[in-house]
């Protein structure tokens, strides 16, 4: 069946640098995926999302890239801030199903 | 901004009890979601509702589970007779076009 995953459960990353945090998906068929943050306690909080006729997306701080030819997807933040301390998604939009990926935890070092 | 609302919070209750958890979608939207996640697992998808009745539905959604858009604003999940596995957050997404946007969750302990 169809999954989204994601490549590291873990990223720490220093204060005023950048972030990538990288995703695989398996159905080729998908033509919508959305990054989502979600803070401790928290639902999960809509960051950025991107469609499968495109390669790239930008937003305040954050850019989404897809290759499709490789089903990969990644959140890159710039200047990354103590505020960006969270657990990130990558999900899979399926008939407006999410299909969630298993999260990367960011902490960020001052 | 408009937000989805849920409550309560946290509802603990007993193996077997019913419990109802509420959710205030966006007020435009029209498409209403239920997912939940277990500690420390993903997020999954249980069901979606349109036009007062039920879209699509997972195979975690069996017939202890329930959806209902009792009035213009709510939208509940009942569980009728809850488990210990149905511990979990459960959240609640409303969409208008394309993006759910999801509530803050209820944390649901069955003991």
């Known amino acids: 069946g169809e999954s989204v995953g994601l490549h590291l459960p873990t990223l720490s990353v220093q204060e005023g640098d950048n972030s990538i945090i990288n995703c695989a998906y398996s159905?080729?068929?998908?033509?919508?995926f959305i990054w989502y943050k979600q803070e401790s306690g928290k639902g999960p909080q809509f960051i950025i999302d991107?469609?499968?006729?495109?390669d790239k997306r930008q937003g305040q701080r954050v850019t989404v890239l897809l290759n499709k030819t490789v089903k990969h997807l990644s959140l890159q933040i710039a200047a990354t801030q103590p505020g960006d301390s969270a657990v990130y998604f990558c999900?899979?939009?399926?008939?407006?199903?999410?299909?969630f990926g298993a999260g990367t935890t960011v902490t960020v070092r001052a | 901004e408009p937000e989805v609302t849920q409550t309560p919070s946290h509802q603990v209750t007993q193996m077997g009890q019913e419990v109802i958890l509420r959710c205030v979608p966006i007020s435009n939207h029209l498409y209403f979601y239920w997912y939940r996640q277990i500690l420390g697992q993903k997020v999954e998808f249980l069901v979606s509702f349109y036009n007062n009745e039920i879209s699509e539905k997972s195979e975690i959604f069996d017939d202890q589970f329930s959806v209902e858009r009792p009035d213009g604003s709510n939208f509940t999940l009942k569980i009728r007779s809850t488990k210990l596995e149905d511990s979990a957050m459960y959240f609640c997404?409303?969409?208008?076009?394309?993006?759910?946007?999801f509530g803050p969750g209820t944390r649901l302990t069955v003991l």
């Open positions: 997404a409303s969409r208008g076009t394309d993006t759910q946007y």
């Open positions: 999900a899979e939009n399926n008939d407006y199903k999410l299909s």
């Open positions: 159905n080729s068929a998908s033509d919508y």
């Open positions: 991107i469609r499968s006729n495109m």
